[in-house]
T-cell receptor
Framework: DAGVIQSPRHEVTEMGQEVTLRCKPI?????LFWYRQTMMRGLELLIY????????DSGMPEDRFSAKMPNASFSTLKIQPSEPRDSAVYFC??????????????FGPGTRLTVL | GESVGLHLPTLSVQEGDNSIINCAYS??????FIWYKQESGKGPQFIID?????DKRQGQRVTVLLNKTVKHLSLQIAATQPGDSAVYFC??????????????FGTGTLLAVQP
């Protein structure tokens, strides 16, 4: 089982550039989540999808952030334009249906983003 | 913000001892709680969960205790091993009225197992 796959694993970019993070959830999972982790703010839920539909995006910090899920096996998190304060580790997670969205989430390895 | 992590509390234990990691939550309407383990350079890994209609749940070498009266959650690890060294997070499914839920993570506790 491949688990949740994220790419790239590391991204270094300059302020003002567009950044796209990618995620492939575990096959058969109906929920997909995007998280951000920093030392200052810990682990924060940004947005989550159910059956490819965004359910709660209240954690998305600004309009510069957007997320899409065009099909059940792929999601993107885009930051445009990026700023140094966006530097963090971004995790994607997925979970099966049944029992609620937050049951037993499986996390990917994360993308470490550095914005210079 | 609702999750602030300026300083990680640390629990240092000897290999073979039992570990107890504590977590306090604030919302009495929270109905579901989860413990995650995060090793350096990796994503959080689900350990065990518990619903608010339970006081205790056991897994393999781990036990979660929930005290709703004082809004306290604990994770007990039996016979702690070096491989248990990691940051442990509790998370609560916090209800905001209607059908709105948010998963709120605690700041985490670093467990350091001494051989």
């Amino acid at each position: 089982d491949a688990g949740v796959i994220q790419s790239p694993r590391h991204e270094v970019t300059e302020m003002g550039q567009e950044v796209t993070l990618r995620c492939k959830p575990i096959s058969g999972h109906d929920y997909l989540f995007w998280y951000r982790q920093t030392m200052m703010r810990g682990l924060e839920l940004l947005i989550y999808f159910n059956n490819n539909v965004p359910i709660d995006d209240s954690g998305m910090p600004e309009d510069r952030f957007s997320a899409k899920m065009p099909n059940a096996s792929f999601s993107t998190l885009k930051i445009q334009p990026s700023e140094p304060r966006d530097s963090a580790v971004y995790f994607c997670a997925s979970s099966p249906s049944g029992g609620g969205p937050f049951n037993e989430q499986f996390f990917g390895p994360g993308t470490r983003l550095t914005v210079l | 913000g609702e999750s602030v992590g300026l300083h990680l509390p640390t629990l240092s234990v000897q290999e073979g001892d039992n570990s107890i990691i504590n977590c306090a939550y604030s919302n009495s309407a929270s109905d579901y709680f989860i413990w995650y383990k995060q090793e350096s350079g990796k994503g959080p890994q689900f350990i065990i969960d518990i619903r608010s209609n339970m006081d205790k749940r056991q897994g393999q070498r781990v036990t979660v205790l929930l005290n709703k009266t004082v809004k306290h959650l604990s994770l007990q690890i039996a016979a702690t091993q070096p491989g248990d060294s990691a940051v442990y997070f509790c998370a609560e499914n916090r209800k905001y009225g209607g059908a709105t839920n948010k998963l709120i993570f605690g700041t985490g506790t670093l467990l350091a197992v001494q051989p």
